[in-house]
Structure formats: structure tokens, C-alpha cells
């Protein structure tokens, strides 16, 4: 009973964190089959978009996921009828479907399976499922149990990414292996397996990539997906540190190291110990203490501020920068060795721009649902002038620019329909290379000519918050001839 109680307490911080979706709900399916006294559990998923249900979170070690039509089965029977279903013996129920023991090798004889959906009767995202009881069948308190825990499981999906298009669509929508990273792009694919990959071992890791790009959420994500998952991650922001105060923040000061220090006070490095320390712009690291940080990346040890005591850590580290780390080497304000030994693995993440319109229209969505629910307005959508705009703009801030923009079109303006006009003006970001003003677009040396064109073709409709029609007639030609050089973009984002 008490294994039953904690499930039901933890279960939605479970489902909360910035994880391997596939580890995550196996966590719980795992947390399941032990309280419940299942043999396995597994959570059946409905695909919205191709209409059938999958799995690759079964407690299934004979297969790494599996899929199965909606219209077949127990399991598909409650996801299209939502009723709950027990059974002592499955062989003798007309609706088991033994194609999945047959993929599987596993003999399934008893069945307690229930809907994983929202409210009463709210759409249905999936089946929870248990097999096989060790005393032959589960009885009604188990089946109580589940459909408890199964609304709770609906309740927390709609707080990951793999949440529902809609609250009135069946199903759920996949939209990456990581909870709270959204991306289905080549370029996002191979980020996602370099993550699983250095996710796995201990060495230091490099993050590079522009301002915006979600350095943070892919150091936490390879956090949480390490054997120091249950241990603190801390971060620390080089760009913030006074450098007068810099080795304190990272390594503590004893009482009397400086004035006001009237007490010790450990660092970022003892926070973190047995987890990870994330430090963020690590290019922006003062010169005198990158030594300091280089003899603990190879020693584990360290002295506090005004201390002479040798301490050591156990912690992980793991930086970021969007800067020319090689270029700050070749101009001596940083550490060659340094720069060795935290880019043990690297892992490049790309610019929003680089990862095609369809994505932008992919985030653009999870921030109008998510902010949409922050801000009381749960049915807001995009109008097509919207989607136009956010689709053209060349994104400076990258995806940090684009939830800004939405967050701010959600908290600022009222009613369902999200237009071009409650964006901020893109003309007012002044780091981009496709920069729209009054003195014109500037654009770097050494594009190609048709380079050129798109970017200025972009740089027009942003100007005419999106609207084509609008930027045609500015531009002299026909809006037909605006719709090929923003599909030809949009291929060539594509390719890349």
C-alpha cells in the first residue's frame, strides 16, 4: 500500500522533468508493475497523427517498440471505447489479439488495462496496461487503483512534449525523444543522438551554439539522462560574474577571505557535488581563474577563497558557449589546455533558422499551448499572417526569440486569434544579419546573389509584419514571385 501511496504522490514531478520520454515512462511503467504486482506494465500511446498506437515504453526487453492498429486488440478496444477491462484469462476473451506475444515471445494470461484520458470524458491519449498477476487476477481494488493512476498519467503528459495537439484531438502528438525539446529535424535528430550518447559516460562537455538555442535545456536533458540524475545540477552564468567575486561563486570563500565575509560559504563546485555543474559562457571566464577550473577538470580538487585546506568533488561538468572558443585561444584570452579539456565531446546545436519552417511552425504551436494555458487563453491559435511572419523571420534570438514573441502575444492580447500585429516589431532586433530598419538590410560579405535575394525578400515581409501581398507591391513585383523565393528558402532549410 505504501509503494501505492508514493506513486501516486510523485508521479507528476516524474512526468515533469526534462528527460529521455522512453526512460521517463518507463520509469513509471516500472513504479507501476511494482505496485500493482504485474509482471510488466506498459503505456500505450494513440499517434494523432497516424492513427494507430505505439509503445516504446513497455517493460518488453525482447523489443525496442512496437505498434499495432487501433481497431485490433484489448488495448485497442479501450482506447476507442475508453472502458476499463480485467481479465482472469485473455485467450478466452474474443478482442485479445496475441500478435504482440507473438512479436514478443511473451505469454500474457491475465490483463487489467484502463484509459489514459483527460477528465471524465475528455479525449483518450492512450492505455495503461498490467500483465499477468502472480496469484492469477487482479482484483477490483487494483482496477480502482489504475484508473486513478491513469488519470494522473493524462494530467501529466499534457505537461511534456509529447502532450496532445488539442484538448478535443485523440492521441498525442510526438515531437521529439526529449521531454520539453521540441524537434523532428535532421539537425535536431543527430543533436538528440550525441545527447543520448554523451548522456551515458562522464566525460566534460562542450555545448556551442548562438544565444537562444537551448544550451541549458540540452545540459539538463544530458543530466537527467546520467547515473547523477538524482543528484543536484547547478548552473553558474559566467556572463554575470563580477570578476572580483567569480572564484567565490565557483569554488566558496572561508570567513575573513574578503570584506563581508563574515562566514564560510561553499561554491557552485560543492552545490553540485555528486551531480553536475552546467557553466553557462564559459568563454566569458575571467583568464586568472581558468587555471583554477582547468586543475579541477583534471584533479577533482580545489581551495575555497582565503582557504588553504585542499578540498575535492565529485561533479560533472558540462559548458556552453556561442562564442569562438579556437579564436579567443588564438587571441590569448583563453586557456589552450582549458579549451582541450572541456570539449572532450562536443556538441554543435543549430540556429533556428537552420532547422526549416516546419519546426518554427512546431514551436510557434507548443508555446501558443503552453503559454495559451499560463495566460487563460487555452484555445488561442495562429492566424495565417502569423504563421506567415514567424515562418520568414530570420530569428536572431533563435528559439528563445521565438517563445518571446508568442509569450508576449499571449500576455499582451485577448481573444482566440493570434495575428502578425501582436508580435513584437522584428525591425527592432538589432542582431540580426537580415536586419530591417529605416537605413535598410544589412547583409555580410560573401553570400551568393540569390543568397541576397531571399534574405532581402524576408527582410521585406518581416518589415510588412508578414503580410506578402503587402511586400510585394513595396518591392515591385508579384506576390507569385515572393511565394517561389520563400518556398526555395524553405527547400534549401530543408537540405541543410
Not at 12 to 34: I, K, Q, W
Not at 67 to 74: A, F, L, N, S, Y
Request: hydrophobic share 40%; with cysteine.
Amino acid at each position: 500500500m505504501s509503494s501505492r501511496l508514493s506513486l501516486l504522490l510523485d508521479l507528476s514531478g516524474l512526468l515533469a522533468r526534462e528527460v529521455d520520454l522512453d526512460l521517463l515512462l518507463g520509469a513509471a511503467c516500472a513504479r507501476m508493475a511494482d505496485a500493482l504486482s504485474a509482471d510488466r506494465a506498459s503505456i500505450w500511446l494513440i499517434d494523432a497523427e497516424r492513427g494507430d498506437l505505439f509503445t516504446r515504453v513497455a517493460l518488453l526487453p525482447e523489443k525496442q517498440a512496437l505498434r499495432q492498429p487501433i481497431e485490433k486488440g484489448i488495448v485497442g478496444h479501450v482506447a476507442r471505447t475508453g472502458e476499463v477491462i480485467r481479465l482472469e484469462d485473455v485467450a478466452k476473451d474474443p478482442r485479445f489479439d496475441a500478435r504482440t506475444d507473438r512479436e514478443t515471445g511473451y505469454k500474457t494470461r491475465s490483463m487489467l488495462a484502463a484509459p489514459i484520458r483527460e477528465g471524465r470524458k475528455g479525449a483518450i491519449r492512450g492505455v495503461v496496461q498490467l500483465l499477468n498477476h502472480p496469484s492469477g487476477s487482479f482484483d477490483r481494488e487494483s482496477e480502482r487503483y489504475l484508473v486513478v493512476l491513469a488519470a494522473q498519467l493524462a494530467e501529466a503528459l499534457s505537461l511534456t512534449t509529447l502532450r496532445a495537439k488539442d484538448e478535443r484531438t485523440q492521441g498525442v502528438t510526438p515531437r521529439g525523444p526529449f521531454n520539453r525539446i521540441v524537434g523532428t529535424s535532421a539537425a535536431m535528430r543527430s543533436v538528440y543522438e550525441r545527447v543520448s550518447r554523451v548522456a551515458s559516460n562522464d566525460v566534460p562537455v562542450l555545448l556551442r551554439g548562438e544565444t537562444g538555442t537551448g544550451k541549458g535545456i540540452f545540459a539538463k536533458a544530458i543530466h537527467c539522462n546520467s547515473s547523477r540524475q538524482a543528484r543536484p545540477f547547478v548552473t553558474i552564468d559566467c556572463t554575470t560574474l563580477p570578476s572580483q567575486l567569480a572564484e567565490s561563486e565557483l569554488f566558496g570563500h572561508e570567513r575573513g577571505a574578503f570584506t563581508g565575509a563574515d562566514r564560510r560559504v561553499g561554491g557552485r563546485v560543492e552545490m553540485a557535488e555528486g551531480g553536475t555543474l552546467f557553466i553557462d559562457e564559459v568563454g566569458d571566464l575571467p583568464l586568472e581563474l581558468q587555471g583554477k577550473l582547468l586543475r579541477f577538470l583534471q584533479e577533482r580538487t580545489f581551495e575555497r577563497v582565503g582557504g588553504r585546506e585542499t578540498l575535492s568533488a565529485d561533479v560533472r561538468i558540462i559548458a556552453a558557449t556561442h562564442r569562438d572558443l579556437a579564436a579567443l585561444v588564438r587571441a590569448k584570452k583563453f586557456r589552450e589546455d582549458l579549451y582541450f579539456r572541456v570539449r572532450v565531446a562536443e556538441i554543435d546545436l543549430p540556429a533556428l533558422r537552420d532547422r526549416g519552417a516546419d519546426e518554427i511552425s512546431a514551436l510557434s504551436e507548443h508555446f501558443v499551448r503552453l503559454y495559451g494555458e499560463k495566460y487563460g487563453r487555452p484555445k488561442a491559435v495562429l492566424a495565417e499572417s502569423a504563421r506567415d511572419l514567424l515562418r520568414s523571420y530570420a530569428f536572431p534570438g533563435n528559439v528563445r526569440e521565438l517563445e518571446h514573441w508568442i509569450e508576449s502575444a499571449l500576455a499582451m492580447g485577448s481573444g482566440e486569434l493570434i495575428d502578425a500585429s501582436h508580435f513584437p516589431r522584428p525591425e527592432l532586433d538589432r542582431n540580426s544579419e537580415t536586419e530591417s530598419s529605416e537605413e535598410g538590410v544589412l547583409l555580410p560579405f560573401g553570400l551568393e546573389l540569390e543568397e541576397v535575394e531571399q534574405r532581402y525578400v524576408e527582410a521585406t515581409i518581416s518589415q510588412n509584419g508578414g503580410n506578402k501581398t503587402e511586400a510585394a507591391k513595396k518591392l515591385g513585383i508579384g506576390r507569385n514571385t515572393i511565394g517561389r523565393v520563400v518556398t526555395r528558402t524553405k527547400k534549401g532549410s530543408a537540405k541543410s
